[in-house]
């Protein structure tokens, strides 16, 4: 399952930043990826919640800066 949330988190991420991202990329935290601003970084969580039907907290957008991150917090919220 962490494979198909994992490519549908960088599918969500090269479509709103217009570049591809390889497994290199997965731990590259946001600061790194000059595009992932935080304007995006918003986009981003939304399209996240709407695609899987979940909703982030608050207190966790800050933990999630690497798609790694994404990934593991859809996951734990998918169960």
Do not use: Y
């Not at 930043?17 to 935080?38: H, M, V």
């Not at 039907?53 to 919220?77: C, M, Q, R, W, Y």
């Amino acid at each position: 399952m962490n494979a198909d949330i994992e490519s549908k988190v960088i599918a969500i991420m090269q479509g709103i930043l217009g570049r591809s991202f390889g497994a290199k990329d997965l731990e590259t935290p946001r600061s790194e990826i000059p595009e992932w601003n935080s304007l995006v970084h918003v986009e981003v969580i939304f399209l996240c919640e709407d695609q899987f039907e979940i909703e982030f907290l608050l207190d966790e957008l800050p933990t999630l800066n690497t798609i790694n991150a994404l990934v593991a917090s859809i996951s734990g919220k998918l169960g």
